[in-house]
């Protein structure tokens, strides 16, 4: 497990465990928490709820459990929530393949990795086959 | 697991959904309201989404499933309700909800499954 670069600016951070499908509402339940606190807009709040709702459930049904990692981040004036969702899962052999709408190596739509990404404003997948997947999404206030 | 209620108004069912959805229970309503479908020979279904604060790909692929399997045993799916937010969210994630059959609110959906029955009544 790696750790994760830290903002100096940073003032808060957390984690939660996931590993059953009950945590995929306790994800949300906590990320709507965090995202209401630093007063991201509505629309803002939605998107990022919805983003951590794909890639937890992804963590937990691909991933075979895992944790979210939480960090209120700033840079400059900007403030913003990080969240990180690592597991030590099977890991994804083909990245872009598995960024592209409606490929979907299980039951879902195909759309969870590819559309979380267009709901946040930074993103970043890193992978090892056999070894795990870890998912840094960041969305600015 | 907590189950979603499902009522029947004539020829209508009616399910408010009004609790953060667990995986399963979307899964319990699809296969509970095709059962009282065929139990019932309901010509429409109305779900009211408005309490929803989000609908993930999971969710809509089970809205869309539901709309699916209603349209096979002859009963309409109209969604009502949906916030805002969660519709901006939805394209933005790619969902377009193909084929599922939306109304702003309770009211407009109630019309709509009306003027479903009369046409088929023309026929």
Redesign the interface.
Known sequence: MTTEPTSTDACLDGSMPLSA??D??AC??LV?KLTQELKFS??D???M??AA??LS?NTIVYGQGGVMRWQIVSEGARTGLRLVFEDEGPGIPDIDLALT?GWTSGT??G??L???R??VNDFELRTVVGQGTSVTITRWR | MDRIPILKMGRYLLVTIQVDLLDQTALALQDDLSERIAATAAQGVLIDISALEIVDSFVGRILASISGISAIMGATLVVVGMQPAVAITLVELGLSLDGVRTALDVERGMALLNADGASRSDH
Request: net charge positive.
């Open positions: 499908e009950r995929i509402v949300r339940q709507r509505l629309v709040q939605t998107k709820i919805t709702s794909e459930r709408d879902g739509m759309i969870g590819s559309g979380s267009r709901l």
